[in-house]
Nanobody, 122 residues
């Protein structure tokens, strides 16, 4: 079992930055690939970024490449999402998730956090 708790969301103006954190419980964090997903009102949950177990491989959806950076600290059982140059269309609830492979399909992730709201004003 892995429990995930996101933090760091909030309200920011377009062009601003936020850093999301996701703290995991348990001693097996380093065995999980981690992903960030987001869901805007009335839309399906979509993949944002993922990172492999040792942090050596990262993956991003095209719309955030060059603006967002995913990273992890296995000693702290935490994964991060640094979000720069934020746009109003980035507004969503952001979720972190733990799975066995760092892919973009939500059903591949077994554990999910409760989400944190990110709102970008224009």
């Amino acid at each position: 079992q892995v429990q995930l708790v996101e933090s760091g969301g909030g309200l920011v103006q377009a062009g601003g930055s936020l850093r999301l954190s996701c703290a995991a419980s348990g001693r097996t964090f380093s065995s999980y690939a981690m992903g960030w997903f987001r869901q805007a009102p009335g839309k399906e949950r979509e993949f944002v970024a993922a990172i492999s177990q040792n942090g050596g491989s990262t993956y991003y959806t095209d719309s955030v490449k060059g603006r967002f950076t995913i990273s992890r600290d296995n000693a702290k059982n935490t994964v991060y999402l640094q979000m720069n140059s934020l746009k109003p269309e980035d507004t969503a609830v952001y979720y972190c998730a733990a799975g066995r492979v760092p892919l973009g399909t939500p059903t591949l992730y077994a554990y999910w956090g409760q989400g944190t709201q990110v709102t970008v004003s224009s």
